[in-house]
Structure formats: C-alpha cells, structure tokens
Nanobody, 125 residues
Framework: EVQLAESGGGLVQAGGSLRLSCTSS????????LGWFRQAPGKERERVAG????????YYSNGVKGRFTISRDNAKNTVYLQMNNLKPEDTAVYYC??????????????????WGRGTQVTVSS
C-alpha cells in the first residue's frame, strides 16, 4: 500500500515558522513530483507548492511565494515545506500529494496519484 505520511503541523503564532514533512512508503519516490495542498474550512483545496522529482523545478502559489520553501530528500523519501512568516490565512489542513512523473502533471487537475491524510496547521493572530 502506498502511503504518504505528513508530520509537523501544529499551532503557531502569526509571524512564526513551521516545517512540514511528508514521508512516503510503497512507491518509487523519485519517480514522482511531490507537493502540498491545503484546505481551509469552507474553501476549496488549494495547490500550495510543488517540486519536481529531481528538485530542478518548483511551484508556489502566489499567496505563499516568498514565505514558503519546498524541498525534498529523495534518499529519505521525504518532502518538506518550510513555512515562514505564517499568517492566520495559512490556517488549513495541509495535504501531501504525489504525481507521476512530473511537476507538470502535479499542476494538472486530476493529476494527483496519491494523497496524504493531512496535518493541521493553525496560525493564531
């Protein structure tokens, strides 16, 4: 069974930082673009950040660009999301996602092959 397991969520004050991690099992990690979505109550799920299989390309939504950094360590089957200068509007459940084989596919509606269960990020004002 393919699993993506997120960790690192929690409660942080505005302006603070948090690092999310997502570790995969049951899949060939470096065949996939990886990234993060988030969903806040009453809102659609939003694509936040993505990274290509070999880390040569990244994507960030306009709302997080300059504050969030995505990275991956293929040797550890882990993708990270470093979140700095967090804002209350960043509050959401953050989901790890994998798309075979490219960041382009990750950016395509319906392109996600696997999802994590999500980790809650709450930013207080």
């Amino acid at each position: 069974e393919v699993q993506l397991a997120e960790s690192g969520g929690g409660l942080v004050q505005a302006g603070g930082s948090l690092r999310l991690s997502c570790t995969s099992s049951g899949m060939t990690f470096d065949d996939y673009a990886l990234g993060w979505f988030r969903q806040a109550p009453g809102k659609e799920r939003e694509r936040v950040a993505g990274i290509s299989a070999n880390s040569d390309d990244t994507y960030y939504s306009n709302g997080v660009k300059g504050r969030f950094t995505i990275s991956r360590d293929n040797a550890k089957n882990t993708v990270y999301l470093q979140m700095n200068n967090l804002k209350p509007e960043d509050t959401a459940v953050y989901y790890c996602a994998a798309a075979w084989p490219s960041l382009g596919v990750f950016m395509t509606k319906g392109g996600i092959d696997y999802w994590g269960r999500g980790t809650q990020v709450t930013v207080s004002s």
